[in-house]
């Protein structure tokens, strides 16, 4: 009885309780920007809204079906081809600190990286506050397992009655080599175990991504450089296994693209933001594959069927 109860407890949306800002650098563009987070109505969602930006569509849905590139970061783009990128540290933010709704004001095309974690986010969401909403979280149920592939890079959606992840990454640098790491997504475990990991890149690929318009705004205090084997940060690794560990938070950002928390197990071995997206469009392609559940009338995966199909209809 206590698990069932646990299962059936009641998990409401929730917005901000107070607007507040940032200022920071596009870690791309290496434009200064200012953003603002403010709270939402239930139902909203995560949206950006470029505040820059006259006579188009100003706002972009925080969803799957509005990405436009993941090449090196997460692009969403409108309609109007209006775009933000490098939104996935943030959405990880959302994401871990359970937050569904919120706005997110900014006047340039490219959040800010900050120290290359989702660290300073989840420090501003706390200053903000959190407050409940009158409105049930709704969930995808993975109901069916789902794998996309690219060479040797695999990406998995299973059932499960939450949300974990199990990722796997192999570099050939000594100073990464084969890493893995699993968790059990939930506000402390991803406070403690995965917001504070930072970005990585390589030192040989400095130059080339600067000749092509990239990597503007990166330095060695937002991002960990990696020489050959060595680490050059002076401060080294926050952790170390930090380079699987930022994996999984840019895991947790896109997949929070879904719309909403996932009830699913991720696994993945050298997965990266292309992959997400992929895994993302290929569950929703499948109806069979998810529902949409409201968090208030969640039952275990084992419930019989005609359960679990009137609670899908009634969400």
């Excluded at 706002?59 to 783009?77: F, K, M, Q, W």
């Excluded at 000749?211 to 084997?229: K, P, R, S, Y």
Aim: hydrophobic share 40%.
């Amino acid at each position: 009885m206590e698990e069932l109860s646990r299962l059936t407890a009641s998990s409401w949306q929730r917005t901000l309780k107070s607007s507040i800002r940032c200022n920071g650098v596009g870690l791309h563009t290496g434009d200064k920007v200012t953003m603002e987070l403010h709270p939402a109505a239930a139902d909203t969602g995560i949206l950006f809204r470029r505040t820059d930006v006259t006579n188009a569509v100003r706002e972009i849905p925080a969803r799957y079906d509005h990405v436009g590139s993941t090449n090196l970061c997460t692009t969403l783009i409108n309609e109007d081809g209006v775009s933000v990128s490098t939104i996935e540290h943030l959405m990880a933010a959302f994401a871990g600190c359970e937050i569904d709704n919120v706005v997110v004001a900014i006047n340039g095309p490219e959040i800010p990286i900050m120290d290359g974690s989702a660290e300073p986010f989840v420090f501003l969401i706390e200053c903000a506050g959190t407050i409940e909403q009158d409105e049930p979280r709704r969930a995808i149920q993975v109901l069916h397992p789902v794998t996309v592939r690219d060479g040797k890079s695999v990406a998995t959606l299973e059932p499960a009655d939450a949300f974990s992840i199990d990722l796997g990454i192999d570099f050939e640098s000594m100073a990464i080599g084969r890493q893995n790491f699993s968790m059990d997504m939930s506000p402390d475990t991803f406070k403690t175990d995965i917001s504070r990991a930072r970005t990585f890149g390589f030192l040989h690929e400095v130059e080339a991504l600067r000749n092509a318009g990239l990597g503007q705004g990166g330095t060695l205090e937002n991002v960990v450089v990696v020489d050959g084997d060595e680490v050059m940060n002076v401060d080294g690794l926050r952790f170390d296994n930090e380079f699987v560990r930022h994996k999984v938070l840019d895991c947790v950002g896109d997949m929070y693209l879904a719309g909403g928390p996932i009830l699913g197990r991720f696994g993945g071995v050298r997965s990266g933001h292309a992959l997400h997206h992929k895994l993302l469009e290929a569950l929703f392609a499948q109806d069979a594959a998810w529902t949409t559940i409201s968090m208030d009338r969640r039952v275990p995966l084992g419930a019989p069927n005609w359960q679990t199909e009137a609670i899908a209809a009634t969400a």
